[in-house]
């Protein structure tokens, strides 16, 4: 069903349920390995904090060319330029498995000296190792799923990535609980088998693509996988415009990665707490990337066909619409905080010390429904290079603040925590200013 050009709320819907239900696979599989780590003890889920926060980071290079595929992809849809989308999937394709080859390399090389030198608990470190020794052979296909998603959502057709990621779902459940405990004769590996198991589980979602991109698209509409060698003019704009947007996750990422490692300057318990509250948070933040990638997709859709003028009152539906499922998740964790965190922990001790941090992460969320549907539709315009700029200024404001107050100041860790709403809203106030702006109006980026 194509896009209209008059968007509805009932469309950006459409457009973003499924997103909301399946594309966010990474953090997916990371919420359900916390989940069955959590009954291993604090040294797991600690590892498991800054061992998956680091996976997160190194693949944000992914979703960076993945999110300048997805722009493109809308642009031509709106162009109605649908026979060249096909070579604009291929060049990403082939540019993330390159990347990918080369990003598990230097993992395998250079992480256990990385983790060395951030890392004080010996006991931590060589957990962190053991589940990034396994974990980096899914780079590959995280990156060659991202793809897939980035042709999908682009195309505005983003059932499939629902049901890639339920079946993902299912295959890592299945695993961790194998692999993990050691049930039905399995070795019980321990962090070792959610990392297994999550690699297996990446695998199965790119063999799922694949076959229903061959069975059930219409790859000659799309001219998809002719192969017709490389066009350097497309891959160098495909990268002029995914690199910021590549710098800018991998950074905002990155950081988080630091915040997780001052944290662990703190104490075990309180790592294992913020990570028991990195995986709820996750599970809050799913309805909001969902609706900052239907943003992106539509005001990238809508410049296509001239319709520059609708851009800003469908980023105010969509931002609506992100806040108000948000507010009922948000009404969910304010009201039953405590079963919510015994999801993943039955130690009484670290429930309670969850609990603050709980109260925090749920009022803090409320602002991202804002901050980042604005920020996505920022590099729907084209001007990624404007949406880098705001995260660099806004993620300086906020490592200062989280590193003075985890390690200066002394506060607690839900004090600390309180850093995630300075962050969303400063992100909100540049992007809504930029876009009320209408600069962007004014030179229209080609891609």
């Known amino acids: 069903m194509p896009l209209r050009t008059h968007v509805t709320y009932r469309r950006i819907l459409n457009i973003a349920y499924p997103i909301i239900l399946g594309s966010i696979a990474q953090n997916f599989i990371n919420v359900i390995d916390t989940a069955f780590l959590g009954r291993l003890g604090e040294i797991e889920l600690g590892a498991a904090a800054i061992g998956g926060v680091f996976y997160l980071t190194v693949i944000m290079f992914g979703y960076g060319l993945g999110l300048g595929t997805q722009i493109i992809v809308a642009r031509r849809a709106g162009e109605e330029r649908n026979n060249r989308i096909g070579i604009v999937v291929e060049h990403s394709l082939a540019t993330l498995i390159a990347s990918s080859v080369i990003i598990i390399a230097l993992i395998r090389f250079f992480s256990p000296s990385f983790f060395t030198l951030i890392i004080s608990s010996p006991a931590i470190l060589e957990a962190t190792c053991d589940y ?220 309670a010390s969850s609990m603050p941090v709980m109260y925090v992460v749920n009022v803090s969320v409320i602002s991202f429904a804002f901050a980042m549907v604005f920020l996505n539709a920022v590099s729907g315009t084209g001007k990624t290079q404007i949406a880098l700029l705001i995260e660099v200024f806004v993620i300086s404001i906020y490592l200062i603040a989280a590193y003075a107050f985890s390690n200066v100041f002394m506060f607690s860790v839900a004090v600390v925590w309180t850093v995630e709403f300075l962050y969303a809203s400063l992100v909100f106030l540049f992007s809504f200013i930029y876009l009320r702006s209408n600069r962007w109006m004014k030179d229209i980026t080609h891609i």
Request: glycine share 8%; with cysteine; hydrophobic share 60%.
């Open 132 to 351: 990034m020794h396994y974990r980096s052979w899914g780079i590959l296909f995280a990156f060659v799923n991202m793809g897939f998603n980035a042709f999908y959502i682009g195309i505005a057709k983003t059932r499939v990535i629902t049901w890639s990621t339920i079946f993902m779902a299912a295959v890592n459940i299945i695993l961790d609980w194998l692999l993990i405990f050691g049930n039905l004769g399995f070795p019980g590996l321990g962090i070792k088998g959610a990392a297994i198991a999550s690699v297996c589980a990446e695998f199965s979602a790119t063999l799922f693509f694949i076959f229903y991109t061959a069975v059930f698209t219409n790859t000659k509409r799309y001219r998809l996988f002719r192969f017709s060698g490389l066009n350097s003019a497309l891959w160098l704009r495909l990268v002029r415009l995914s690199f910021p947007v590549m710098l800018q996750n991998v950074i905002s990422l990155a950081v988080w990665f630091a915040f997780f490692v001052f944290v662990e300057k703190m104490g075990e318990t309180e790592l294992a707490v913020s990570n028991i509250i990195r995986s709820i948070y996750i599970i809050l933040m799913i309805p909001i990337w969902g609706f900052a990638a239907a943003s992106n997709t539509l005001v990238s859709f809508l410049i296509g066909r001239g319709l520059q003028e609708e851009v800003v009152p469908v980023v105010y539906k969509t931002s609506w619409l992100c806040f108000i499922m948000v507010l009922i998740l948000v009404a969910g964790g304010l009201l039953f905080p405590g079963e919510i965190i015994g999801v993943y922990t039955d130690d009484p001790r670290l429930v």
